[in-house]
């Protein structure tokens, strides 16, 4: 129903402030996708995360598919020692909750604050390979 | 049938206790409003009656636009907020990639490669997804969640 754009400014500012603190929180790497899936979700959601490079192992992958209402998260190899599956469960809990409210871009930001909060680990020298 | 039954039974003991409440205050009120008119308290000096046009304005014009103004102010965030997702009414928006593959990295060979995928690394994009397909979720070195709403 409906077309065109699929956030306003304000909510595309909410949904990008929302990665950056996360990011700052956690040192991972956050990516969020918005857009149907063709096929399977799992599928598209891991090729999605591969496509993010050499970042991919410290990176999660959030990809929402309004239309077939589903919601996939990727965590690298190494996002995955601070952001547990059970973690991102709960994450996803929170926002599907909030999808199911209508509140997309509001949904996706306290997800992304959940996974910050909880992914947020002590920097080590060697072994983060990000430095933002 | 048995709700069709419980809802008639519902919309009738509704029906009565309508039908007791106006048996009991109609007659009464009805009755008393000649005497509204005709009878004056002491010191009331009824005024001026209504013009036809004017009794329209106060009861009919009055309160209906109050009640559009009243409306309009009410869904007037929602219309300046735009469209909105609505569960189940489908989704026809452009995707968006928030924190995406900065351009020139992505199909890099030694990122796929790095997520422990030998089968996605090489093709590109491309045959990633059967690459993913094939693995098994137990071994898989990358984790995760699926949820649906």
Known sequence: VLAGEAFSPRQRDEIVRAIQLAQQQSGLRFSVYVGPVQGDPRAQARRLHAELGPDAPNSVLILVDPASRSLEIVTGTKARRWLDDRTAALGSLTMTSSFAAGDLAGGIA?????????????KS????DLSR | VIAFATVSLVTTRI????????????????????AFAVIHDDGEQPGDSLAPLMTLLWFLVLPIGLFLLIALLVSLPSIMGGPRYR??????????????????QESDAA??????RAGAGAGGAADAPTGAQGEPSGESSDGGASARW
């Open chain 1, 110 to 122: 306290r997800g992304l604050k959940a996974f910050g909060d909880h992914a947020r680990h002590p």
């Open chain 1, 125 to 128: 020298l060697h072994t983060d």
């Open chain 2, 15 to 34: 029906a009565l206790r309508a039908g007791i409440v106006f048996a009991l205050t109609g007659p009464s009120v009805l009755a008393a409003s000649p």
């Open chain 2, 87 to 104: 569960p189940g009414l489908g989704w026809r928006a452009t995707p968006e990639w928030y924190g995406g593959p900065e351009p020139g």
């Open chain 2, 111 to 116: 990122g796929a490669a790095a997520t422990g």
